[in-house]
């Protein structure tokens, strides 16, 4: 069986100087290799190609037979590392935190610790006929998110 380590190996050190960033690999017991990665201003067919080839150089066939695929991270795939928040600072994401709760709101921030929305509120004001839109910033710590992903708005 190949070894995780190994594609990691082959794939950090041909992506890094090119900017890119490794979002995950997965290798099954049949020798089934999946590589997802990602760059600030998005990854080409000819870059996953290039990345196909090297990886390819990297490990003999003649002593593991194995089926590879390299990819970008998908746009509607949960995040999954924290370049990929970064990456989508300003953007409309929608978490879902471990409690069930689906929060959607403009990521503003992302460090090693927790991420920051921006959320709209609605509120009425006393005395008020209408409600009125606050802004508000919400931090969550990754330990409280299940799931993040970028929202695709068609306007």
């Given at each position: 069986?190949?070894?995780?380590?190994?594609?990691?190996?082959?794939v950090?050190?041909?992506?890094?100087?090119?900017?890119?960033?490794l979002?995950?690999?997965?290798?099954?017991?049949?020798?089934?290799?999946?590589?997802?990665i990602?760059?600030?201003?998005?990854?080409?067919?000819?870059?996953?190609?290039?990345?196909?080839?090297?990886?390819?150089?990297?490990?003999?066939?003649?002593?593991?037979?194995?089926?590879?695929?390299?990819?970008?991270?998908?746009?509607?795939?949960?995040?999954k590392?924290?370049?990929?928040?970064?990456k989508n600072?300003?953007?409309?994401?929608?978490?879902?935190?471990?409690?069930?709760?689906?929060?959607?709101?403009?990521?503003?921030?992302?460090n090693?610790?927790?991420?920051?929305?921006?959320?709209?509120?609605?509120?009425?004001?006393?005395?008020?006929?209408?409600?009125?839109?606050?802004?508000?910033?919400?931090?969550?710590?990754?330990?409280?998110?299940?799931?993040?992903?970028?929202?695709?708005?068609?306007?």
């Amino acid at each position: 069986m190949i070894s995780k380590d190994t594609v990691k190996q082959i794939v950090e050190s041909y992506i890094t100087a090119k900017g890119y960033y490794l979002v995950d690999i997965n290798v099954t017991k049949d020798n089934h290799i999946s590589v997802e990665i990602d760059h600030f201003e998005g990854v080409s067919i000819d870059f996953c190609v290039e990345l196909t080839r090297e990886i390819e150089s990297g490990i003999d066939r003649e002593t593991e037979d194995y089926e590879l695929q390299v990819s970008s991270a998908g746009l509607t795939e949960p995040f999954k590392v924290l370049k990929q928040y970064q990456k989508n600072t300003g953007n409309e994401v929608e978490v879902l935190t471990k409690e069930g709760k689906k929060i959607t709101g403009v990521l503003t921030a992302a460090n090693a610790e927790k991420i920051t929305l921006q959320i709209e509120k609605q509120i009425k004001p006393e005395g008020a006929k209408r409600k009125i839109t606050l802004c508000e910033d919400l931090e969550i710590p990754y330990e409280n998110i299940k799931t993040t992903k970028y929202i695709i708005r068609f306007k």
